[in-house]
């Protein structure tokens, strides 16, 4: 079984400034990680995953996120925020052998002017 | 390419009521998932579905049936509806394979007073 943890429920920063999320996670397999937006109102974008390769990941809209097999780490970062990076942000875990996600608790971002 | 639909956007039951939430996919994928989700908790996965005529149950399955007799569609039923049921439902599609990204329809907002 895998879970994921949410560091932070919510967090406010000022457009142009940099956000990193945290996302930690445990499992006893390989795991695939990923990140999905979900902005107002809406359903769940995909952002970027990791599958395998470069730790590395470039997603969507100027983010990226870092895979740490040592630190059972997925944090997403993006260098300077716009006010339309405004949403709620999910960190999730696949077994490479399943098909089934696991979800964290989310992060609300809130980018003020 | 409409990707996944749900039906309806909002509903509001009495406890006791019954009702179904249909989810629609145009690309052909073979998984299709429920969720259910909650201020703080993420998404948690009621029940899935490898392919036509096959269903598992998820993280959360009490209280809900589904069913799927055509590839394409999804229907997550609730019998006797309960207060603890109100929550936004999400459905979401995806490949059968390594990758498996899933992609979520927009929701469904219930609330059973």
């Known amino acids: 079984a895998q879970s994921v943890t949410q560091l932070d429920s919510q967090v406010p920063v000022f457009e142009e400034a940099p956000v990193e999320l945290r996302c930690n996670y445990s499992?006893?397999?390989?795991?695939?990680l990923f990140w999905y937006v979900q902005y107002p109102n809406q359903g769940l974008q995909l952002l970027l995953k990791?599958?395998?390769?470069?730790?590395l990941v470039k997603g969507i809209n100027g983010f990226e996120a870092e895979f740490n097999k040592s630190q059972t780490s997925f944090h997403l970062r993006k260098p300077s925020v716009h006010i339309s990076d405004t949403a709620e942000y999910f960190c999730?875990?696949?077994?490479?052998?399943?098909?089934?996600?696991?979800f964290g608790g989310g992060t609300r971002v809130l980018v003020k002017p | 390419n409409a990707g996944v639909t749900q039906t309806p956007k909002f509903r509001v039951l009495k406890t006791g009521q019954s009702m179904t939430l249909l989810c629609a996919q145009d690309?052909?994928?073979?998984?299709m998932y429920w969720y259910r989700q909650d201020p703080g908790m993420g998404l948690r996965l009621i029940h899935y579905?490898?392919?036509?005529?096959?269903?598992a149950k998820g993280e959360v399955p009490d209280g809900y049936n589904v069913s799927r007799l055509k590839k394409q569609n999804f229907l997550l039923g609730l019998e006797s509806a309960a207060p603890s049921q109100t929550s936004v439902y999400f459905c979401?599609?995806?490949?059968?394979?390594?990758?498996?990204?899933?992609?979520f329809g927009p929701g469904t907002r219930l609330t059973v007073l």
């Open positions: 579905s490898v392919g036509e005529g096959t269903t």
């Open positions: 990791y599958l395998s390769g470069s730790t």
């Open positions: 979401a599609s995806s490949l059968i394979g390594a990758e498996g990204t899933q992609y």
């Open positions: 690309m052909n994928h073979e998984y």
């Open positions: 499992s006893s397999v390989s795991v695939y």
């Open positions: 999730a875990v696949r077994g490479a052998a399943g098909n089934k996600l696991t």
